[in-house]
């Protein structure tokens, strides 16, 4: 939403709505809590982790730039274009969850995971060192607003745990059952 314009001030409604899934079948996502907060804006669905705030957010947007933007963000596994994945349904490891929001602390700048990064012998002589390249993937501006999004989680919303953590930002959320 950022990259397409919209500020984190920009409000988007939190309230039930179903989706048609195909013959009479229809998806009646809700939040976790199973609150609903009316209009929220962008930077507090994110803290709080507002489920239908993202998903109205991704309809508005269309997922097709919403995954392109995951793919340059480093995403690899499968992301189809429902609005389930706005929330979390499809692949991604742990890792390249956490390369992707690095960008964001990088000035938009996305740097695949190494497993290595220097090699030495046992006297400490450096024989081999990675040398990471950046890839502009966001706007600057858009990347230190995001930045200033992902901590709010820990000052404001679901990641207050995190506070004590000098200069902490964070993304929290939920799967299924709790897994």
Same mark, same amino acid.
């Given at each position: 939403?950022?990259?397409?314009?919209?500020?984190?001030?920009?409000?988007?409604?939190?309230?039930?709505?179903?989706?048609?899934?195909?013959?009479?079948?229809?998806?009646?996502?809700?939040?976790?809590?199973?609150?609903?907060?009316?209009?929220?804006?962008?930077?507090?669905?994110?803290?709080?982790?507002?489920?239908?705030?993202?998903?109205?957010?991704?309809?508005?947007?269309?997922?097709?730039?919403?995954?392109?933007?995951?793919?340059?963000?480093?995403?690899?596994?499968?992301?189809?274009?429902?609005?389930?994945?706005?929330?979390?349904?499809?692949?991604?490891?742990?890792? =390249?969850?956490?390369?992707?929001?690095? *960008?964001?602390? $990088?000035? !938009?700048?996305?740097?695949?995971? +190494?497993? /290595?990064?220097?090699?030495?012998?046992?006297?400490?002589?450096?024989?081999?060192?990675?040398?990471?390249?950046?890839?502009?993937?966001?706007?600057?501006?858009?990347?230190? =607003?995001?930045?200033?999004?992902?901590? *709010?989680?820990? $000052?404001? !919303?679901?990641?207050?745990?995190? +506070?004590? /953590?000098?200069?902490?930002?964070?993304?929290?959320?939920?799967?299924?059952?709790?897994?």
């Amino acid at each position: 939403a950022l990259n397409e314009g919209w500020s984190q001030y920009k409000t988007v409604e939190d309230s039930p709505k179903s989706w048609p899934l195909g013959g009479r079948r229809r998806w009646s996502p809700k939040n976790y809590d199973g609150r609903w907060r009316g209009r929220v804006s962008l930077r507090n669905a994110v803290a709080w982790s507002v489920n239908m705030a993202a998903i109205r957010t991704a309809d508005a947007i269309g997922m097709p730039k919403i995954i392109a933007l995951a793919r340059r963000l480093g995403l690899k596994g499968e992301l189809k274009p429902h609005l389930a994945t706005a929330i979390g349904a499809g692949g991604a490891s742990t890792l =390249e969850l956490a390369a992707a929001y690095g *960008a964001f602390a $990088t000035h !938009g700048r996305f740097v695949a995971p +190494s497993p /290595i990064t220097m090699v030495k012998d046992r006297d400490g002589n450096i024989l081999d060192q990675e040398q990471p390249s950046a890839v502009q993937v966001v706007d600057t501006d858009v990347a230190k =607003e995001m930045g200033e999004m992902l901590r *709010a989680v820990v $000052t404001s !919303g679901t990641g207050r745990t995190a +506070s004590a /953590i000098p200069d902490a930002h964070g993304k929290t959320g939920t799967t299924n059952d709790d897994r």
